[in-house]
């Protein structure tokens, strides 16, 4: 079964700074879909990016930004000019099939002012 | 507006008490999923759907069903609920998967 490993429970970054959350997951498939999901305090569950494995460009949807590196398995976040809005919960998943979404355990991300 | 309805957002029950959280989408998505998130587990999938009357179990089905009679709903049947199941529950949809999936606003359970 495909496993998603998030290292780091908790994180925090000062306003307008830039952070990079951690995720790595194992699996032997070559297809495959990753995503990162933003859960703020009202416990909403909200799509940040997505990649698909087999383009090799890395996604990028304004300040936030992935490094999606294939052969190490690892789909790591960045957020730049990080504001007080960007804290939360974030969930990375890897998808191989449709109808099957597995979720990291989540990195909180604390932004201070 | 497209969305995932769930209801309720809150519900405190007593152990062995039925109930039911439905799951509503007006989107047309074929594939549907319940979830329940638990600290420091992240989100299990507990049952999925690909379309009306196909349904399967995800990790953690034990204790739960489903049903999806209809395109829209899938609603999350807790026949017998234990203190175990007191959780954070999800339901999310998708068109095809490879999109991401929209998630409902949650359901925070508690059996007593």
């Known amino acids: 079964a495909q496993t998603v490993t998030q290292s780091q429970p908790e994180m925090s970054v000062q306003e307008a700074e830039t952070v990079t ?28 990016i997505r990649q698909e494995a087999y383009k090799q460009q890395n996604a990028t949807e304004n300040r936030f930004s992935v490094n999606f590196q294939k052969a190490a398995k690892s789909f790591s976040l960045k957020i730049s000019d990080s504001q007080l809005g960007d804290t939360a919960m974030y969930f990375c998943a890897f998808m191989k ?17 | 507006e497209a969305q995932v309805t769930q209801n309720p957002r809150y519900l405190i029950t007593v152990t062995g008490k039925k109930l039911t959280v439905t799951c509503s989408q007006n989107m047309n998505h074929e594939y549907m999923s319940w979830y329940r998130q638990d600290p420091g587990l992240g989100l299990r999938q507990i049952y999925y759907s690909m379309n009306v009357e196909v349904t399967d179990k995800g990790d953690v089905p034990e204790g739960y069903k489903v049903s999806r009679k209809e395109k829209r709903n899938f609603p999350l049947i807790l026949e017998s609920p234990s203190p175990n199941q007191t959780s954070l529950y999800f339901c999310a949809s998708s068109l095809s998967g490879r999109d991401g999936y929209t998630f ?6 508690t059996v007593v």
């Open chain 1, 21 to 48: 959350l951690s995720c790595t997951y194992d699996t032997s498939e070559s297809n495959y879909y990753l995503f990162w999901y933003k859960q703020p305090p009202s416990r909403q569950m909200i799509l940040v």
């Open chain 1, 97 to 113: 099939k449709e109808d099957d979404m597995r979720f990291g355990a989540g990195t909180r991300l604390t932004v201070k002012p």
């Open chain 2, 104 to 109: 409902g606003s949650g359901t925070r359970l």
